[in-house]
C-alpha cells in the first residue's frame, strides 16, 4: 500500500540551527501539504502545494520558515533559524486534488526538539 | 487558529463499550472529516460527510452532521484496545479549501 514518506522521524536541534524536513508523497498526488502539531492540538497547515507552486501558505512563518516542492514530487521544509517554540511533530500529508472533499494521507510525522 | 472543539477531551471506556466524541465549529462548511492518530503517529482518515448529509457509516463508526447547531458527533460501537487513540474532527469551509482541525478527544479502551 503506497504511503507518505517522510524523513527524519526524530531531530533535535539547538536553538539557532538550521533543520530540514523532506516528504515524499503517494505518487501522482497533485497536493502536498505541511502541518505543524503542537503536543496537545491538532494540526495546524503551514503550507499547501499544488504540483509545485504554493497555494497557501498564510500560517507559514516566513522569516524563518521555507518550503519548496521544485519539481511537483517531493517536498523539502526549513526552519532557520530554529527557535524554542519550533518544537512540536511536523507532518507532511498529500491528495489526489486540493479540494476539500479529497482524503489527505499522512505521513507518520518527523518530531522536533529544540533544545 | 482552530474552528473545531471536541468534546470530551478524553474519555476511557471498556472494550465493547460505545464511545461518543462530539465537535463544534463556528463557521460554515463544506464537509467535515474525522481522523485517527496513533501516539506519535500520522493521521488517518475515517470518515467525511458533507454538509447536506446528516448521517453517516462506516463499518462501527457513526458520524452525525447537524449544520443548524453547527456540530457533529462519532459513535465508535463495540470498542476495541485497538481503538485507543487520538480523534480529531476537521473542517473544511468552502469547496476546495483547506482543511482547520480541532484540538482532539483521547479515547482510552480498557481491556
Known amino acids: 500500500e503506497a504511503e507518505v514518506a517522510q524523513s527524519p522521524r526524530y531531530k533535535i536541534t539547538e536553538k539557532s540551527q538550521a533543520v530540514a524536513f523532506w516528504c515524499d508523497p503517494i505518487?501522482?498526488?497533485?497536493?502536498l501539504y505541511w502541518y505543524r502539531q503542537i503536543l496537545g492540538q491538532g494540526p495546524e497547515l503551514l503550507v499547501q502545494?499544488?504540483?509545485?507552486?504554493?497555494?497557501?501558505d498564510s500560517q507559514l512563518p516566513k522569516d524563518r520558515f521555507s518550503a519548496e516542492r521544485l519539481k511537483g514530487v517531493d517536498s523539502t521544509l526549513k526552519i532557520q533559524p530554529a527557535e524554542l517554540g519550533d518544537s512540536a511533530m511536523y507532518l507532511c500529508?498529500?491528495?489526489?486534488?486540493?479540494?476539500?472533499?479529497?482524503?489527505?494521507?499522512f505521513g507518520p510525522g518527523t518530531r522536533l526538539t529544540v533544545l | 487558529s482552530q474552528q473545531g472543539e471536541e468534546d470530551p477531551q478524553a474519555l476511557s471506556i471498556q472494550e465493547g463499550e460505545n464511545a461518543t466524541m462530539n465537535c463544534s465549529y463556528k463557521t460554515s462548511i463544506n464537509n467535515l472529516q474525522w481522523y485517527r492518530q496513533n501516539s506519535g503517529r500520522g493521521l488517518v482518515h475515517l470518515i467525511l460527510i458533507r454538509s447536506n448529509e446528516r448521517e453517516k457509516h462506516s463499518g462501527r463508526l457513526r458520524v452525525t452532521l447537524d449544520t443548524s447547531k453547527k456540530s457533529s458527533s462519532l459513535l465508535i460501537t463495540a470498542s476495541r484496545a485497538a481503538d485507543t487513540a487520538s480523534y480529531f474532527c476537521?473542517?473544511?469551509?468552502?469547496?476546495?479549501?483547506?482543511?482547520?482541525f480541532g484540538a482532539g478527544t483521547i479515547l482510552r479502551v480498557k481491556s
Open positions: 476537521a473542517t473544511a469551509r468552502e469547496y476546495g479549501n483547506k482543511l482547520v
Open positions: 500529508a498529500s491528495s489526489w486534488t486540493g479540494l476539500a472533499y479529497n482524503e489527505q494521507f
Open positions: 502545494f499544488q504540483d509545485e507552486s504554493v497555494v497557501d
Open positions: 505518487s501522482g498526488h497533485a497536493t
